[in-house]
């Protein structure tokens, strides 16, 4: 009897058994990041995307700088220079507030570098309520600000890869 006889279909029945298993592996891991970003995009994403939608440009509108002339007061400036503001504090404290509740629902779906940047807004707004200064304030909305425009990005990237064809 010939040994090629049972070696080549023994060879041949390894050799489809690891290519059906690695093609398996492949697909399975392309179905659960595909599960994935599904999840992100309509549980999470969605949302912060309409935030940013509504509110980036009036965000963006609401900066101004008072000069430093305007601050006079018996006779003296009570300012070292310009002081930079935002418009309506309280408005924009309710937004993040909002937002707030939206991604501690959903935080565990948040991108990594997304999360640093809304954890340096959080830790603003607590030095700000320690401290009570101005200057953070601005700082605060300033990230807020670039948060919308990050999520802007990243909800683009997320779209194109979900429906990105197989």
């Given at each position: 009897?010939?040994?090629?006889?049972?070696?080549?279909?023994v060879v041949t029945t390894l050799f489809t058994y690891f290519s059906l298993y690695l093609k398996e592996a492949l697909q399975h891991k392309k179905e659960t990041q595909r599960t994935i970003t599904e999840s992100k995009l309509v549980e999470l994403y969605n949302q912060l995307f309409s935030y940013s939608l509504k509110y980036t440009d009036r965000l963006d509108k609401s900066f101004y700088t008072v000069p430093q002339n305007l601050f006079y007061l018996d006779g003296e400036f009570t300012s070292d220079g310009d002081v930079h503001v935002v418009n309506d504090p309280e408005y924009w404290d309710g937004v993040?507030?909002?937002?707030?509740?939206k991604i501690h629902e959903k935080l565990h779906l948040l991108d990594h570098d997304d999360l640093e940047v809304w954890h340096q807004l959080e830790l603003l707004e607590l030095e700000e309520k320690w401290t009570k200064e101005l200057t953070l304030n601005v700082e605060k909305y300033k990230l807020l600000l670039e948060f919308f425009k990050i999520i802007q990005r990243?909800?683009?990237?997320?779209?194109?890869e979900y429906h990105a064809k197989d």
């Open positions: 009897m010939d040994w090629y006889l049972i070696v080549i279909p993040i507030d909002e937002i707030r509740c990243k909800y683009e990237r997320l779209y194109k």
